[in-house]
């Protein structure tokens, strides 16, 4: 805080006339709170807007949470009254919050009560016989209860020195008697033991499920205890609602624990630690949703949470009882997620042309979908866009991006209506056709560019080739065709940091200090659009959010530099100054 800067008074009848004047060039018409002095006033800085018509401005006034005015800083000290706080931003840069466009939040507070193996630098798990140890300390020191699993979450297994994933022989090694789950970074797939074979009733004369596979043995029938897809979801969805609740029954009307409430606290917090203002839980069941309500009942949501029900737990007609445009008490209902395939690094991703590297008992082996019936998924869009409820698909490979663009092109004639903004979610693979395609049916994509840093040189090796690897996420195209681009982390798969995945989608780095696909390179100013005001746009929160404009949420992040002025390579190194939500500073930097 400080005191105004020494300028020229004015009256504040001067303030406004001149704001009305700017209006034609990208000051907006004061709102009715600036009848009285701000609140707050943040200037002696660089100030980042995302507004176009006016990019840059000296100061920001604040009142009653929200923008009152932007632009000159001597009008605005003329503004001031002895209530308002002078906030001297010091040579930091003051842009709008971050707006998560895709992660989970439910999942990543669960995720704080398990074992944590996730690789180095998010974790400590780099090789097989460390997760053994990770889970086998945990089983010491803090045993299950009888009848309860003991949890491992964020293993990824191009990152292991074996270069395999643990099987079922890995986990009965820790213990042969309490089932064990561990899940994969991308919650895709998991490995269980022989114990929790025998809980979950795995046998050998188990058939895979439509859109999942249970992997074999070298014999092809014993399970090795690698479950993907919906292999996966009878026997993960039990135990991960118990880490959400702490093992109360919230449908039966019982509150989630204390714990579990505390691990949602921790998980928002490092969410505002990392410049969030607004988060989602994108695949919420009615469970995470009784936790966050919840957590909004009690006012302890200090972000914004937009939560979209998936669909394999509702129905198009709950998912429209529950959908909200507005917050109450920070949490809305925001659309419906619909799932078309899987996870890149586990196999699962539906993609046109078969995997690089095919594994001994494949051939062509090329993913497969979820919705292996056409009209299915067809009836599940069209009816959602009937009931004027949001659309969000996870589609990774171009098989399922075909398969998503051919949904919406036939919601679009069988239910015509208004702008319906549909994202696409992940898209790792899209061709120049497709994206055609997105633009013309005017879908929305966000990508998860932390895949180009964390497996940009597994994917060239093993997954895509590098001819597809160089298109990894292709933001440049994307953009070039005028289609509304965000970029995600997809918490818990990867650590809440979206200046890492501004640095990423800038500069294409990967692990190995290589540049792959530099023509998908984008701009920072692009970069920054896509982590706030496109990111709103996409859940239909531009109209109050993303941008620095008179009348918007008083949604803002200090950053230690300027993204647009220092070495493209340095961005990931900008610090997180302070968070502000709706004026209120929730997380500075000690």
Same mark, same amino acid.
């Given at each position: 805080?400080?005191?105004?800067?020494?300028?020229?008074?004015?009256?504040?009848?001067?303030?406004?006339?001149?704001?009305?004047?700017?209006?034609?060039?990208?000051?907006?018409?004061?709102?009715?709170?600036?009848?009285?002095?701000?609140?707050?006033?943040?200037?002696?800085?660089?100030?980042?807007?995302?507004?176009?018509? /006016?990019?840059?401005?000296?100061?920001?006034?604040?009142?009653?949470?929200?923008?009152?005015?932007?632009?000159?800083?001597?009008?605005?000290?003329?503004?001031?009254?002895?209530?308002?706080?002078?906030?001297?931003?010091?040579?930091?840069?003051?842009?709008?919050?971050?707006?998560?466009?895709?992660?989970?939040?439910?999942?990543?507070?669960?995720? /704080?009560?398990?074992?944590?193996?996730?690789?180095?630098?998010?974790?400590?798990?780099?090789?097989?016989?460390?997760?053994?140890?990770?889970?086998?300390?945990?089983?010491?020191?803090?045993?299950?209860?009888? +009848?309860?699993?003991?949890?491992?979450?964020?293993?990824?297994?191009?990152?292991?020195?074996?270069?395999?994933?643990?099987?079922?022989?890995?986990?009965?090694?820790?213990?042969?008697? %309490?089932?064990?789950?561990?899940?994969?970074?991308?919650?895709?797939?998991?490995?269980?033991?022989?114990?929790?074979?025998?809980?979950?009733?795995?046998?050998?004369?188990?058939?895979?499920?439509?859109? #999942?596979?249970?992997?074999?043995?070298?014999?092809g029938l014993e399970p090795n205890g690698i479950l993907q897809e919906n292999a996966m979801y009878p026997v993960a969805l039990p135990i991960l609602n118990a880490l959400m609740t702490g093992g109360a029954d919230t449908a039966a009307g019982d509150p989630p624990t204390e714990s579990a409430l505390q691990r949602?606290?921790?998980?928002?917090?490092?969410?505002?630690?990392?410049?969030?203002?607004?988060?989602?839980?994108?695949?919420?069941?009615?469970?995470?949703?009784?936790? /966050?309500?919840?957590?909004?009942?009690?006012?302890?949501?200090?972000?914004?949470?937009?939560?979209? +029900?998936?669909?394999?737990?509702?129905? %198009?007609?709950?998912?429209?009882?529950?959908?909200?445009?507005?917050?109450?008490?920070?949490?809305?209902?925001?659309?419906?997620?619909?799932?078309?395939?899987?996870?890149?690094?586990?196999?699962?991703?539906?993609?046109?042309?078969?995997?690089?590297?095919?594994?001994?008992?494949?051939? +062509?082996?090329?993913?497969?979908?979820?919705?292996?019936?056409?009209?299915?998924?067809?009836?599940?869009?069209?009816?959602?866009?009937?009931?004027?409820?949001?659309?969000?698909?996870?589609?990774? +490979?171009?098989?399922? %991006?075909?398969?998503?663009?051919?949904?919406?092109?036939?919601?679009?004639?069988?239910?015509?209506?208004?702008?319906?903004?549909?994202?696409?979610?992940?898209?790792?693979?899209?061709?120049?056709?497709?994206?055609?395609?997105?633009?013309?049916?005017?879908?929305?994509?966000?990508?998860?560019?932390?895949?180009?840093?964390?497996?940009?040189?597994?994917?060239?090796?093993?997954?895509?080739?590098?001819?597809?690897?160089?298109?990894?996420?292709?933001?440049?195209?994307?953009?070039?065709?005028?289609?509304? %681009?965000?970029?995600?982390?997809?918490?818990?798969?990867?650590?809440?940091?979206?200046?890492?995945?501004?640095?990423?989608?800038?500069?294409?780095?990967?692990?190995?200090?290589?540049?792959?696909?530099?023509?998908?390179?984008?701009?920072?100013?692009?970069?920054?659009?896509?982590?706030?005001?496109?990111?709103?746009?996409?859940?239909?929160?531009?109209?109050?959010?993303?941008?620095?404009?008179?009348?918007?949420?008083?949604?803002?992040?200090? /950053?230690?530099?300027?993204?647009?002025?220092?070495?493209?390579?340095?961005?990931?190194?900008?610090?997180?100054?302070?968070?502000?939500?709706? #004026?209120?500073?929730?997380?500075?930097?000690?």
């Amino acid at each position: 805080m400080s005191k105004p800067p020494p300028l020229k008074a004015a009256p504040f009848r001067t303030l406004a006339a001149l704001c009305l004047v700017w209006v034609g060039t990208g000051c907006s018409k004061l709102p009715e709170s600036a009848d009285r002095a701000p609140d707050t006033v943040y200037f002696n800085g660089d100030i980042i807007t995302m507004n176009d018509r /006016l990019p840059t401005v000296e100061a920001v006034a604040v009142t009653d949470g929200k923008i009152s005015w932007v632009g000159d800083v001597e009008a605005v000290a003329a503004a001031g009254g002895g209530h308002t706080r002078w906030v001297d931003l010091q040579g930091n840069t003051l842009m709008p919050g971050f707006f998560d466009s895709h992660s989970h939040l439910a999942l990543t507070a669960a995720k /704080l009560a398990a074992v944590n193996t996730d690789p180095p630098p998010a974790g400590p798990a780099d090789s097989i016989a460390s997760i053994q140890r990770l889970l086998r300390e945990r089983l010491s020191n803090q045993p299950p209860a009888p +009848g309860d699993w003991l949890v491992g979450w964020g293993y990824d297994h191009a990152m292991l020195a074996e270069g395999r994933h643990p099987t079922r022989t890995d986990l009965d090694a820790v213990s042969a008697e %309490v089932p064990i789950m561990l899940i994969h970074f991308s919650s895709h797939q998991i490995v269980v033991n022989s114990a929790g074979l025998e809980r979950s009733g795995i046998t050998a004369q188990t058939q895979d499920p439509q859109g #999942g596979r249970i992997l074999r043995a070298p014999d092809g029938l014993e399970p090795n205890g690698i479950l993907q897809e919906n292999a996966m979801y009878p026997v993960a969805l039990p135990i991960l609602n118990a880490l959400m609740t702490g093992g109360a029954d919230t449908a039966a009307g019982d509150p989630p624990t204390e714990s579990a409430l505390q691990r949602m606290d921790d998980a928002l917090q490092e969410y505002a630690s990392r410049g969030f203002t607004t988060v989602t839980e994108m695949g919420a069941t009615q469970l995470s949703i009784n936790v /966050l309500r919840e957590m909004s009942r009690q006012r302890r949501l200090t972000l914004d949470v937009v939560a979209t +029900g998936i669909s394999k737990a509702f129905t %198009v007609e709950q998912i429209a009882a529950l959908y909200s445009a507005g917050y109450r008490d920070r949490l809305r209902v925001g659309g419906l997620k619909i799932v078309l395939d899987g996870g890149s690094p586990g196999r699962s991703a539906y993609l046109s042309a078969p995997y690089h590297r095919q594994l001994s008992s494949e051939q +062509g082996y090329r993913g497969f979908p979820q919705f292996e019936d056409a009209s299915e998924l067809n009836d599940l869009v069209a009816s959602s866009y009937r009931a004027h409820v949001p659309v969000y698909i996870h589609a990774l +490979g171009d098989a399922a %991006v075909e398969q998503a663009t051919a949904t919406i092109e036939h919601a679009h004639a069988a239910a015509p209506g208004e702008d319906r903004r549909t994202q696409l979610i992940h898209v790792q693979q899209a061709r120049e056709e497709q994206l055609d395609k997105i633009a013309e049916i005017g879908a929305t994509i966000t990508f998860q560019v932390a895949h180009n840093y964390y497996f940009g040189d597994f994917h060239e090796k093993f997954i895509y080739g590098p001819r597809r690897t160089a298109r990894l996420n292709p933001a440049r195209s994307a953009l070039d065709r005028g289609i509304s %681009v965000s970029i995600h982390h997809d918490s818990p798969v990867h650590p809440v940091d979206q200046m890492m995945l501004i640095w990423a989608t800038v500069n294409r780095v990967t692990r190995s200090g290589r540049v792959i696909g530099h023509e998908q390179r984008i701009d920072v100013m692009d970069a920054l659009k896509a982590s706030t005001i496109n990111a709103a746009f996409q859940f239909f929160e531009d109209d109050v959010k993303g941008s620095i404009e008179p009348g918007k949420s008083a949604d803002l992040v200090v /950053l230690s530099s300027n993204p647009l002025k220092v070495d493209p390579l340095a961005i990931k190194d900008i610090q997180i100054i302070e968070t502000i939500k709706d #004026g209120a500073s929730i997380y500075r930097k000690q």
